[in-house]
């Protein structure tokens, strides 16, 4: 099987993002691989080991393909480092703020280029969180969408995958031919720390850095402008009370007050 | 007027109370259009209840695709709804389902889309909540018929009467849109307390319940609230992930969120504090979540909570 894995260079969830000109403040931040996609990253490893491994010369292979500044080479590294075994980054200036619209074009015609049996995305970034990246991948490459998967079972001979899709609206049983996307929820595994030796030979690994021009799509960085952006007041705390078995009460003062009951 | 259509939204086969809040955002910028994507047969069961909000007419379409390919039927319909009345804007409910409905929908239609707004202008501007609620961002569409995807429960809905005209109408799904099949649906288990993201009042536990949720539960059932969690409680396997409140988990918006036990990392702040009213209960003095607490309570929620429940069940009484 040809896997392919999207991921994303994210600020550091801990870090305070900036708004500077209406885009996120990408250089003066801690970056890292997008946590969410770490299982995407995984599940992956984990189907092809089920299914003879992606070592040189065996069945499958995984390739990372991200959009970036050249920065994301250290998030695409991590990738390689747990297991991947070769990357595409699209890096061009021109992309610099690109909306999900322009994201999913270039991802999907990258995908659809080099050709892959599964595509397997996290179920969003931390950034922008938007979880609309992987269904419009699937609406471009008019293959299945099986995404927010707690559990993906994969069928090589038959060239099927099913997962379990768990969302707000319950749990559905879903399945579909190759080629299909996917997206992982948190929680379908637990993503491993790359060994020593995973980072010693991602060290060796391509990193096949594409220009816009290479990938051979025009795109628009962006349909959507945005016209101001406000840091919050921060909120003042309130009132605070220490229980010695009265704060139960005030509380519920508190809340009727308020009308909150 | 020009027409906005908004996808109606039905969860386990039940209109929620989303569909008005859209209709309510919907109203401000044109005559609304509830688009109802209906089971073979059921449509004008569908259509019927819906009975509250702005609304000024209905388009049903049944199909047994919806049931059976999900998103990708949900939006092959959808475009070609949009490409047949020219919509001023789509609004669509900001949830796992709507945001990839719209995703899809922005492809085919070649427009732009934002998601998450907490509010839509009359001059179809967006408000949206970014970085953990840390900035608000005003945007606009550019391009195409403007996508956007409302979070539930931003918007106070008005919830008047309406009957509206109801058009039934039908369309193919194509084949490229049924790739991905539905082979059984099992709808949420809500045991008798409201969805998360929709509540009015949310009681979510963390590290500090030490897996006893017990009195986390009786308190939010007194007020009629949604059970929450903190990342460290689902992750101890104490509470169920899909309850998860945080940067990783569900982003809330409620009228009142009491946070028990809860520390207040960076992380479970961005899924919360956006809330109207919050309340924290922690044993730790230094606990950074009562840097952003409306009422905080230096105590141990086993001792609090339990008379806070009488007290507030004593008032309703």
Known sequence: ?261 | MSSVIILADFIGGKNTKTTAELATAAARIGDVVAVVLAPQGQGGAYAAAITQGPIHSIVVVESESFAAHGVGAAADVLAQIIVSKKPAAVLIASHAFGKEVAGRVAVKTNSGIITDAVDVSADISATQMVFGGSTTVHSKISHGTPIITVRPNSISADLKQVSPVIEALSFEVADGSKKSKITSSQAPVQGGRPELTEADIVVSGGRGTNGDFVAVEAFADSLGAAVGASRAATDAGWYPHSHQVGQTGKTVSPQLYVACGISGAIQHRAGMQTSKAIVVINKDPEAPIFEIADFGVIGDLFAVLPQATEGVLARKS
């Open chain 1, 1 to 261: 099987m040809r896997i392919a894995i999207c991921i994303k260079q994210v600020p550091d969830s801990w870090a305070e993002k900036k708004m500077v000109n209406g885009l996120l403040d990408r250089v003066n931040v801690d970056v890292v691989l997008n946590d969410l996609d770490e299982y995407a990253v995984e599940e992956a490893l984990r189907i092809a080991e089920a299914h003879g491994g992606n070592d040189e010369g065996a069945a499958n292979s995984v390739t990372v393909i991200s959009m970036g500044p050249e920065r994301a080479t250290e998030a695409v590294r991590k990738a390689l480092s747990m297991g991947a075994n070769n990357a595409i980054l699209i890096s061009d200036a021109s992309l610099a703020g690109a909306d999900a619209l322009a994201t999913s074009k270039v991802l999907a015609s990258v995908i659809s280029k080099i050709g892959f049996d599964l595509v397997i995305c996290g179920t969003e970034s931390t950034d922008a969180r938007m979880s609309v990246v992987p269904a419009m991948i699937a609406e471009r490459l008019g293959c299945a969408q099986l995404t927010f998967a707690s559990a993906v079972k994969v069928d090589p001979v038959g060239q099927q995958v099913s997962i379990t899709r768990v969302t707000e609206a319950g749990v559905d049983e879903m399945s579909g031919q190759f080629p299909a996307v996917i997206s992982v929820v948190e929680k379908i595994n637990e993503p491993r720390y790359p060994s020593f030796k995973g980072i010693m030979s991602a060290k060796k690994k391509t990193i096949d850095v594409m220009d816009i021009a290479a990938v051979g799509v025009t795109v628009e960085s962006s349909w959507s402008l945005v016209l101001d952006a406000t840091p919050r007041p921060l909120r003042a705390a309130g009132i605070k009370v220490t229980d010695d078995g009265g704060a139960a009460n005030q509380l519920v003062t508190f809340l009727s007050e308020k009308k909150l009951i």
